[in-house]
C-alpha cells in the first residue's frame, strides 16, 4: 500500500509564465482562480501587486514575473491567481496560465524559516530544477517568494490597508 500523503510530497502544479514551466508544491497550493479585486499597497516592493480580497481572507499578492524579473508580456496581463498557504501564512501568486499536476520525485521539504538576509536574495525564490517529461521546470519556494528583508512592510502594509477598509 501506498502512503498517500507522502506520494504527494513530490508533486507540484506547474504554471506557466511566457513558455517556461515553474513549479509549486502542491500541498502548499489552497485555490486557483482566473481573478479577483486587488487593492495597491503603499511602501511595499513593486514584485507585490498588491492586496487581494479572498474567501479565505485578504493576503499579499506577488507577481511572479516581477518577482523572478521577467519583463511583463506586451498587450497579456496574468491570467490566473494561484493561493498558496504555508507554515500558517497565506499568499497569492500571478501566473500567465497553469499547465499541469506533476511528479517531480522529489520531496518537498520546507526550509527553515529565517529572517536574516540572504546573500543570494534575488535567487531566494530558486528551490530547484528538475524535469518534467522532456522539459526542464523551475522549483518554486513559496517561503521566498516575499523576501525575508521585505516581509515586515508587506505585513504592515496589509495591516493599513485592512485599517483603512474598516474605517
Known sequence: MTDTSASLRTHYLTVLLGDDLYAITLGAVKDIRGSGTVQPLRGVPDYVAGRLAH????????????????????????????VLERSGQRLAVLADAVAEVVDLGIADEPAASSE???ARADLAWLKGAAAAGERMVLMLDPDQLIVPADRAAVQAAMAAAETARAA
Request: glycine share 12%.
Open 55 to 82: 474567501a479565505l481572507g485578504p493576503m499579499p499578492l506577488v507577481d511572479l514575473r516581477r518577482r523572478i524579473g521577467l519583463s511583463a508580456q506586451a498587450g497579456v496581463g496574468p491570467a490566473v491567481t494561484v
Open 116 to 118: 536574516e538576509p540572504d
